[in-house]
């Protein structure tokens, strides 16, 4: 397997994001490196009057000025940078993770991430914009670009905390790219040996029945034990709700391939369940 490559930051998850890649390492025994991009957001306000005209020598001061700041800005952000990617070694450390390394990048996140996706397996990333099945907002597209960009499996950690997986619980409609996402979690280290639940929201038919049998009996000869549950109602209330009970729990799916459930509000099914599962999801190529 090659690295683990782990994207922290200073939001309130990072702890949960190392903790989840500290785990995926340990389990699949591959290496761990912390990225930590410094992406350029240029302030608008400013304390200096820029009202009226100004001479050329204002100019210059003024020039100087915000010359000056930025440099005191940067080198912050770089000290800043540096400790969070020590923490984050330490905190792996002690999880066990015998394999580490870290990376300060300048520039747009999204392009180093395409950038490192090569020499990278697993991607793993927090989730900043989580929301409750009422709150209808835009998603959390800087997440999406990532899952859309890169080629690599990607596990989203969606809350602060961290608790390991007792059992997998795979969103399955029977469509091609629900089935290649069953077909390659039989074969992930990454889950290997957790109990799987594969979940369908639909109506109750027989088609959909021996759909779900069907992806049963293919996860069992691969010596996997499953589960299977069919549930009715729309698929962004009743979906994470059948999660949450299977906590703690990892969900599963394939990228932006779930044809039955692409109609969520804003009709991105990984985006949807990012938002609204309560427990990690992992997205599986």
């Known amino acids: 397997m090659k690295k683990i ?5 200073t939001r309130g998850n990072t702890d949960a994001v190392i903790d989840w890649a500290a785990w995926a390492a340990v389990r699949v025994q ?3 490196e912390f990225l930590h991009v410094l992406e350029r957001h240029p ?6 009057d820029f009202s009226g005209t100004i001479g050329i020598d204002a100019q210059e001061s003024l020039l100087r000025e915000l010359s000056d700041r930025d440099e005191r800005q940067s080198v912050a952000m770089r000290q800043a940078g540096r400790e969070l990617l020590s923490h984050a070694r330490q905190r792996a450390a002690w999880a066990g993770v015998r394999q580490l390394d870290a990376r300060l990048r300048h520039g747009d996140f999204i392009e180093t991430a395409i950038e490192l996706q090569d020499e990278t397996d ?3 990333l927090g989730e900043h914009y989580h929301a409750s099945a009422q709150a209808r907002i835009r998603a959390d597209h800087h997440l999406e ?4 960009g890169v080629s690599s499996s990607v596990l989203v950690a969606t809350s602060e905390a961290f608790e390991p997986p007792q059992r997998v619980v795979v ?3 029977g469509s091609p790219g629900a089935r290649k996402a069953l077909a390659r979690l039989a074969q ?4 290997a040996g957790l109990p799987v639940l594969v979940a369908m929201v639909a109506p109750e038919t027989s088609l959909a029945r021996q759909q779900l049998k069907e992806a049963q009996a293919s996860l069992q000869a691969a010596g996997a034990t499953a589960e299977i549950e069919l549930v009715t109602g729309e698929p962004q209330q009743v979906l994470p709700e059948l999660v949450k009970r299977q906590a703690p729990a990892l969900l599963v799916m394939g990228a932006f391939g779930h044809s039955r459930l692409r109609q969520w509000l804003f009709g991105s099914t990984t985006t949807s369940l990012l ?3 309560d427990v990690p999801v992992l997205i599986l190529r």
Do not use: G, K, Q
């Open 145 to 148: 670009r990532v899952i859309r």
């Open 5 to 9: 490559l782990a994207c922290v930051d």
């Open 171 to 173: 969103a399955f409609d």
């Open 30 to 32: 591959s290496a761990v």
């Open 188 to 191: 992930h280290p990454l889950v």
């Open 122 to 124: 697993l991607f793993v």
């Open 43 to 48: 302030e608008i306000a400013a304390a200096t």
């Open 275 to 277: 938002r609204l599962s």
